[in-house]
């Protein structure tokens, strides 16, 4: 076809990468559902991002100092990495784009460990009403697995430490 077309074609070999002995699109799904984000970036050449809308919530994370904006995907296909606590940025409808700390699982403290999978971001330096508009996630840094506390004050200490963690890898 390229030779019909008046395209030249160059034959290239297969991309390998430190990371992982193979590149496809099992290895990134493998290595999301593993918290290998950074792995997962240098496959892309880029971080692994989501698409989601922002819905209404519990509103509890206002309560502890933390507010988030929960996300419901874009889209059927969307491959959400593994659950847990992760450094991102956030990219909000505006173009801005801000340091953020995204938790992804059941919320075993508040909700049970049988309750659905949520996606809540915390945007560490913004302030301002979200619902109903767009924002693309960019997975940084795997943080920690998801872990239930004793209470709120025991999960708001440990959020104030992982906002503190995910700020030094952002900045």
């Known amino acids: 076809i390229g030779r019909e077309e008046g395209v030249e074609i160059i034959c ?8 992982t002995p193979s590149v496809s ?42 507010p988030t904006a929960n996300i419901e995907p874009i889209g059927d296909s969307i491959l959400v990495p593994g659950n847990g606590v992760y450094a991102a940025f956030a990219t909000i409808s505006d173009g801005s784009r801000h340091r953020a700390i ?5 919320r075993p403290t508040v909700d049970g460990c049988d309750s659905p999978v949520n996606i809540e971001v915390h945007i560490m330096d913004y302030d301002g009403d979200l619902y109903g508009t767009e924002m693309r996630i ?6 920690r ?27």
């Open 145 to 171: 697995k998801e872990m239930r506390f004793s209470g709120l004050d025991e999960l708001k200490a440990q959020l104030a430490r992982d906002a503190e963690a995910a700020n030094a890898l952002l900045l």
């Open 138 to 143: 960019e997975f940084m840094a795997f943080l």
């Open 12 to 19: 290239a070999d297969e991309y390998r990468s430190v990371a």
């Open 102 to 106: 995204l938790n992804i699982g059941h």
């Open 25 to 66: 699109s099992s290895t990134v799904r493998k290595l999301l559902h593993e918290h290998e984000v950074g792995k997962v970036a240098e496959l892309l050449g880029r971080p692994y991002s989501i698409k989601g809308r922002v819905i209404h919530g519990k509103k509890l994370g206002r309560q502890l100092g933390f």
